[in-house]
């Protein structure tokens, strides 16, 4: 970019600032980032969900597609590796940012499995098949449902009760 250029656009964007067009703007920047803070457990409850994803990718390719293991096995330790890691990136970094009851990194780990269980085989798995098999919904419909099904799930039971706020006396 040229100097004169540039020197054009910051011009331009001075005026506009002192002219009140970028009031708005500045409006929706507030405004995103009051939401942002207020939801952000939320925020880094879906990214922890993208985190989980990459893991069981990840764990699927170097078991099935490099090591060879035979696919349901290798679904299995893919499903196991995500699970195990969505625990400790949930319990290091998305509930952190108040006080929870405290309980046992154990106890908290396996009340995690049983809820991922729930949702993986049970909610997702059954709503997947229900609706593919008893509807004649494609997969590629009815997995997402399923998917968001298991979310609000996964959302219910390890903000209400895994890692449930503290209560305040």
């Given at each position: ?77 893919a ?18 940012d ?69 209560a305040?006396?």
């Open positions: 970019m040229e100097n004169g250029q540039m020197a054009e656009e910051t011009a331009i964007a001075t005026a506009q600032l002192e002219t009140g067009r970028s009031e708005p703007i500045r409006e929706a920047y507030r405004f995103a980032r009051q939401q942002t803070k207020a939801h952000w457990t939320f925020i880094k409850f879906m990214l922890s969900g993208v985190v989980g994803y990459v893991l069981y990718q990840g764990a699927l390719l170097a078991t099935y597609d490099i090591a060879g293991v035979q696919f349901f096995t290798a679904t299995i330790v499903a196991q590796v995500s699970i195990t890691g969505g625990f400790f990136v949930r319990d290091l970094w998305v509930f952190t108040g006080p929870v009851v405290q309980r046992s990194l154990w106890a908290r780990f396996m009340q995690y499995q049983a809820k991922s269980l729930v949702s993986t085989l049970v909610i997702v798995t059954a709503t997947v098949n229900v609706l593919t098999s008893g509807f004649d919904v494609p997969h590629y419909v009815s997995t997402p449902i399923g998917v968001a099904l298991g979310f609000a799930w996964n959302w219910g039971w390890e903000r209400g009760f895994i890692w449930r706020p503290q305040h006396p």
